[in-house]
């Protein structure tokens, strides 16, 4: 039981390394964030920098040569969100991409269903997804504080899954989807302001690679 808390602290201890380090890109950090892998061990490392995103990321990283190739397509594809998706603040992180929107893009106030204008962000999101079939996306709905906790659970659940569900019926496959809800536990923003609170309202996306893409980059890299 310690060498395994030792082994979860050292790698908690090479991601915060990496991430501090302002000199180095995000294709290059990717390379290395696999010697912090594992689901078990990016949870903590989600819950601890306050970002479940980055923690699922973390997770689910290759590392080394194959994770750098990941880490150029990823690239390539953030640029594109970044360009053509409105209203959504896209942020690459190691061998993925974090995508968030905040419920005045695409929920009214205490609701989980879309609104008419959310759909245009949405569908140029579709767009680039369709274009690069060989991701995962797994959809993560957030609440802010105000409310009950089984409340804000629901509500987190039911905003993920309407989002979901809205990819699904314009030509996402299934396969490709998973949703999480957190509820309020876990802000990424201060809960003391109204801005904050609304920010914390928020449904994020985690695009990683699938296991084609990682077979490929890992023949790619000629291993």
Not at 8 to 32: D, E, H, N, P, W
Not at 65 to 72: L, N, S
Not at 96 to 120: H, P, Q, Y
Not at 149 to 155: I, K, P, R, T, V
Request: charged share 25%.
């Amino acid at each position: 039981m310690k060498s395994t808390h030792l082994a979860i602290l050292a790698r908690i201890a090479i991601f915060l390394l990496l991430f501090s380090c302002k000199s180095m890109t995000k294709t290059q950090k990717g390379a290395v964030i696999g010697t912090a892998g594992g689901a078990a061990v990016g949870a903590v490392i989600g819950k601890a920098a306050g970002n479940t995103a980055m923690g699922a990321i973390v997770g689910a990283a290759v590392g080394g040569v194959t994770g750098t190739i990941i880490g150029k397509k990823m690239d390539k594809q953030a640029e594109e969100m970044k360009k053509q998706v409105p209203g959504a603040k896209v942020e690459r992180v190691g061998e993925g991409i974090e995508i968030e929107f905040n419920d005045k893009v695409l929920f009214g106030f205490d609701r989980s269903d879309l609104t008419s204008a959310s759909t245009r962000s949405l569908n140029e999101l579709i767009n680039i997804l369709k274009k690069y079939p060989d991701t995962d996306i797994e959809v993560q709905g957030h609440t802010d504080n105000k409310g009950t906790e089984s409340y804000n659970q629901g509500l987190s659940e039911k905003r993920a899954a309407t989002v979901a569900g809205y990819l699904k019926a314009n030509g996402i496959a299934q396969l490709r989807l998973t949703t999480k809800g957190f509820g309020l536990s876990s802000p990424k923003y201060t809960n003391d302001t109204e801005e904050g609170r609304s920010q914390n309202r928020r449904v994020e996306f985690l695009i990683t690679a699938n296991e084609k893409m990682k077979a490929d980059a890992k023949k790619e890299a000629g291993q």
